[in-house]
């Protein structure tokens, strides 16, 4: 099993920066992506960006390129997502997720296996 807790989400202006945190704790030494997804209300759970936890290659979804920011740290089982120039659209339940199965790319919220709780991101216009 694995453990994730998110941390880092709140209320921002648009064009406003927040930076999204996920420990991962337990049997982690399996896992080969993590990724951001969101949701938001009446819609369904979209990806957002993914890291392969060996190499590092990074995913992004069209809709954040060039303004969000997917990274990690190995040593402290954690994975980022730095957001700028937030936009109302980007309001949301974000979620952190860990993928033991190997699919390229890591995009799709079912290959996922251990999701985090969310962490709710409020974009005001």
């Known amino acids: 099993q694995v453990q994730l807790v998110e941390s880092g989400g709140g209320l921002v202006q648009a064009g406003g920066s927040l930076r999204l945190s996920c420990a991962a704790s337990g049997r982690t030494l399996g896992t080969y992506a993590m990724g951001w997804f969101r949701q938001a209300p009446g819609k369904e759970r979209e990806f957002v960006a993914a890291?392969?936890?060996?190499?590092?290659?990074?995913y992004y979804a069209d809709s954040v390129k060039g303004r969000f920011t997917i990274s990690r740290d190995n040593a402290l089982n954690t994975v980022y997502l730095q957001m700028n120039s937030l936009k109302p659209e980007d309001t949301a339940v974000y979620y952190c997720?860990?993928?033991?199965?190997?699919?390229?790319?890591?995009?799709?919220?079912?290959?996922?296996?251990?999701w985090g709780q969310g962490t709710q991101v409020t974009v005001s216009s």
């Open positions: 997720a860990s993928d033991t199965t190997i699919v390229v790319p890591p995009t799709n919220p079912r290959e996922y296996d251990y």
């Open positions: 890291i392969r936890w060996g190499s590092g290659r990074t």
